[in-house]
């Protein structure tokens, strides 16, 4: 069973930066892919990016593409999303989830799911 908690949403101005973290705990967090997804309210959840277990592959949403850089440091079992050059419409609730298999865009190939962080960006 792996843990996932998420840190570093908040309140930000467009344009603005934000990293957000996700801490893995009670389990193999190191041997799964992660990824970060976001859903606004009214809206479906939207996958933003994925970062294969080594670290070695990512990809991205064309939404975020160029925008947020996904990493990861398995030394300390933590996923990170960095955002920058952040829209209004990149508030909604952030949560990273473990991947087991499957298509990462689709919620079905998670496995474990962290309870998310609100970015908000004001205009």
């Known amino acids: 069973q792996v843990q996932l908690v998420e840190s570093g949403g908040g309140l930000v101005q467009a344009g603005g930066s934000l990293r957000l973290s996700c801490a893995a705990s009670g389990g193999t967090g190191s041997r799964y892919a992660m990824g970060w997804s976001r859903q606004a309210p009214g809206k479906e959840r939207e996958f933003v990016a994925r970062i294969s277990w080594s670290g070695a592959s990512t990809i991205y949403a064309d939404s975020v593409k160029g925008r947020f850089t996904i990493s990861r440091d398995n030394a300390k079992n933590t996923v990170y999303l960095q955002m920058n050059s952040l829209k209004p419409e990149d508030t909604a609730v952030y949560t990273c989830?473990?991947?087991?298999?499957?298509?990462?865009?689709?919620?079905?190939?998670?496995?474990?799911w962290g309870q998310g962080t609100q970015v908000t960006v004001s205009s």
């Open positions: 989830a473990a991947q087991g298999s499957g298509t990462w865009y689709k919620s079905e190939a998670y496995d474990y």
